[in-house]
């Protein structure tokens, strides 16, 4: 059935459609348990996925989430206007660093479409 998908579904969609699904199945993960660093949103716990925990907000992984907490304590990222490229980034930290107001932000990739420059 996966392989089914996979040549059905172009590559281009199946970002979106993995947030999508996971968003979808996040409503049901309503709680106060967890707090998500990257969206900022409370929960009953994350998604368990493989070996991986997924945020039922935005869908960040565990390695963005760390890497989120870092750069808000240790660096001025969110609050001082910068200069950013940021090569080959996933979705979600895409979609959040593109929503930071202090930041000139450019994302590049060879391959994925929701870059600003390939």
């Known amino acids: 059935m996966k392989n089914f998908l996979r040549r ?3 590559s281009s ?3 979106y459609l993995r947030q999508f699904y ?3 199945r ?8 967890v707090e998500c660093p990257v969206c900022g949103r409370r929960f009953r716990g994350f998604i368990t996925h493989g070996l991986e925990r997924l945020c039922p907000g935005c869908v ?8 989120i907490l870092y750069l808000r304590r240790e660096t001025g990222l969110f609050s001082e206007p910068l200069k950013v490229l940021h ?3 996933d979705l979600t930290l895409h979609r959040l660093f593109h929503r930071q107001p202090n930041l000139d932000y450019t994302s590049l990739d060879l391959h994925r479409k929701y870059v600003d420059r390939n």
Do not use: E, T
């Open 13 to 15: 969609l199946r970002p």
């Open 22 to 24: 996971f968003r979808f």
């Open 8 to 10: 059905l579904i172009p």
């Open 87 to 89: 090569i080959a980034p």
């Open 60 to 67: 960040s992984v565990r390695r963005q989430r760390l890497m």
């Open 26 to 33: 996040g409503l049901f993960y309503r709680g106060d348990k």
